[in-house]
């Protein structure tokens, strides 16, 4: 067997298919993944430009539209993985990320996934995975953490993978690095096995809203992270509201960093899920885009509570009572999205 191996199909992407400008910030891993995978697989990328923080970005809509599909828009530090670990909504919103695309797989995991078409094998999944490749078929790698790794070739027979971040676009010989112990804190992977017929984009797109009403109306506590729902306002303003995680040097940005970075961009892609999602259902979701850019405004109001001129540090009540008003603000713009959902949804009851 041929000790080092990248799959002749995959290097067409050297040439590059993406967009000048630079990546989007803060790519939150899964929906990066895949519309990463979808230009991997030869589908046509919906790309432009647009200026915001005084740079020139690249507006990924595939992106964007996976926030939605995929509930990663609506948490906050959460990820497909923990998803599968609950078993919500039995895996729909990791097939319907695929289904949309009309791309054919199939989901690995270990004992902590209760549903998946197979469990790892440990002693056989690296084999499994060489053979995949040698088939111009990527493995994608679900990782603690969520991190998301594209695997696009091997060495060593297959001891060590080459993988590729999706998130920083598709130059696959300039970014691919070699990952070696790629088996450990991995419990789930996904064999991408071809291009199939894509499903109903109409019945996608409302399940994702349905999923989103969940996520955003849910009042139980989550059982991971801040998670979603009002357990995240909560957990967030709790964290924020005790002096105990505030009085090392080292906790002067504690709970704000990365969390506003995190917030502020999912809600700011997922509003461009919800202008896709108007246009692909012919429903009014202005006010969801409108209050999703709200409150990606809202931490750049919390970002300026800590850093220029004014600044204060988070060891100062007063600040943290600042930014907290600022999180009760997005909390109630979460609370007027589910409103709006609540109303429509029915119109699309399956």
């Known amino acids: 067997m041929n000790q080092s191996n990248i799959p002749q199909s995959f290097r067409i992407t050297e040439h590059g298919v993406r967009s000048a400008a630079r990546h989007c910030p803060h790519s939150i891993a899964f929906p990066a993944m895949i519309s990463a995978l979808r230009t991997f ?36 530090r959460y990820n497909i993985l923990d998803f599968l670990r609950e078993g919500k909504w039995n895996n729909q919103s990791l097939k319907d990320c695929f289904l949309v695309e009309g791309i054919a797989f199939r989901l690995f995991g270990d004992d902590t996934i209760p549903i998946k078409d197979a469990c790892i094998d440990w002693d056989t999944i690296g084999e499994k995975i060489v053979q995949h490749l040698l088939s111009d078929r990527p493995v994608i790698l679900l990782q603690e953490g969520g991190g998301c790794k594209l695997v696009v070739g091997y060495t060593d027979c297959g001891r060590t993978l080459i993988v590729h971040n999706g998130g920083k676009g598709v130059r696959i010989a300039k970014t691919a690095k070699p990952l070696e112990n790629w088996a450990k804190k991995m ?55 005790d002096d105990r995680n505030y009085r090392a040097k080292s906790s002067e940005f504690r709970y704000i960093n990365p969390e506003k970075f995190d917030l502020a961009e999912r809600r700011a892609y997922t509003a461009d899920f919800f ?49 907290v008003w600022f999180l009760i603000e997005c909390r109630d713009l979460e609370k007027e999205t589910a409103e709006v959902l609540e109303k429509i949804l029915p119109a699309f009851s399956m």
């Open 41 to 76: 697989m030869g589908l046509p990328a919906r790309l432009s430009v647009m200026q915001a923080h005084g740079v020139e970005w690249r507006v990924d809509s595939d992106y964007f539209y996976h926030m939605g599909v995929s509930g990663d828009g609506f948490t906050l």
């Open 275 to 323: 202008e896709q999602a108007q246009e692909i259902l012919g429903v009014d979701l202005s006010v969801p885009a409108h209050a999703f850019r709200t409150m990606h405004d809202k931490m750049w109001d919390v970002h300026w509570q800590v850093y220029g001129p004014n600044k204060k540090r988070l060891q100062d009540r007063a600040t943290r009572e600042k930014i």
């Open 187 to 241: 419990p789930a992977l996904i064999f991408i096995d071809g291009l199939t017929i894509p499903g109903d984009k109409k019945d996608i797109t409302a399940r994702a809203l349905s999923r989103a009403y969940e996520l955003l109306s849910e009042k139980k506590d989550a059982p991971r992270g801040y998670g979603y729902g009002e357990y995240l306002w909560k957990r967030w303003i709790s964290l924020l509201e």
